[in-house]
């Protein structure tokens, strides 16, 4: 199994919540919102699967990296950390109705990351959804080639101020 297909039914599942959310927003049915909170708890437990997945298909490519290399992963991420900060705020308080709101902005998030991003052009879907390295720029692989230097050390006349008149 891949991260791609978990991502896939992280997508339906949160779906599934949005609308089991609606339909508790409407009928206040405990029994609704009871099963709305557990297709969630469902879909955060797949795509936190398919993160540690990601992660470590990043580890076999070699470059060994969370998943947050560019926007893909990123807003995949987004989804996940909004679905868990509601999922702890739910077994603290047992607020469902919050749920109708915060799904729909995690459903959106992951299918924007799946959807939103093929444009048709197979290369460039291959792009936003690989696995890539961070840019150089941003890792400073620069300091990796310095070289120890000798501290500065200044003649005896540079230790003679000025003497100024005005």
Same mark, same amino acid.
């Given at each position: 199994?891949?991260?791609?297909?978990?991502?896939?039914?992280?997508?339906?599942?949160?779906?599934?919540?949005? =609308?089991?959310?609606?339909?508790?927003?409407?009928?206040?049915?405990?029994?609704?919102?009871?099963?709305?909170? =557990?297709?969630?708890?469902?879909?955060?437990?797949? /795509?936190?699967?398919?993160?540690?997945?990601?992660?470590?298909? +990043?580890?076999?490519?070699?470059?060994?990296?969370?998943?947050?290399?560019?926007?893909?992963?990123?807003?995949?991420?987004? +989804?996940?950390? !909004?679905?868990? !900060?509601?999922?702890?705020?739910? !077994?603290?308080?047992?607020?469902?109705?919050?749920?109708?709101?915060?799904?729909?902005?995690?459903?959106?998030?992951?299918?924007?990351? /799946?959807?939103?991003?093929?444009?048709?052009?197979?290369?460039? /879907?291959?792009?936003?959804? +690989? !696995?890539?390295?961070?840019?150089?720029?941003?890792?400073?692989?620069?300091?990796?080639?310095? /070289?120890?230097?000798?501290?500065? %050390?200044?003649?005896?006349?540079? %230790?003679?101020? +000025?003497?100024?008149?005005?």
């Amino acid at each position: 199994m891949t991260s791609s297909l978990l991502f896939n039914i992280t997508t339906f599942a949160y779906f599934i919540s949005m =609308l089991a959310f609606f339909a508790f927003l409407a009928s206040r049915t405990k029994a609704v919102g009871t099963a709305a909170m =557990l297709v969630a708890y469902g879909g955060l437990l797949a /795509q936190s699967v398919a993160i540690s997945l990601r992660w470590k298909e +990043s580890y076999d490519l070699g470059m060994g990296h969370a998943p947050l290399s560019n926007l893909y992963e990123s807003v995949v991420f987004f +989804s996940w950390t !909004i679905v868990l !900060i509601y999922a702890l705020l739910d !077994i603290k308080f047992k607020y469902r109705v919050i749920g109708a709101f915060v799904m729909p902005f995690a459903l959106l998030g992951m299918a924007w990351a /799946q959807l939103g991003m093929n444009t048709g052009n197979a290369s460039v /879907q291959i792009f936003n959804t +690989s !696995i890539r390295t961070f840019p150089n720029s941003l890792t400073n692989s620069m300091l990796l080639h310095l /070289q120890r230097k000798e501290p500065f %050390k200044a003649d005896e006349d540079a %230790k003679v101020t +000025s003497k100024v008149k005005l």
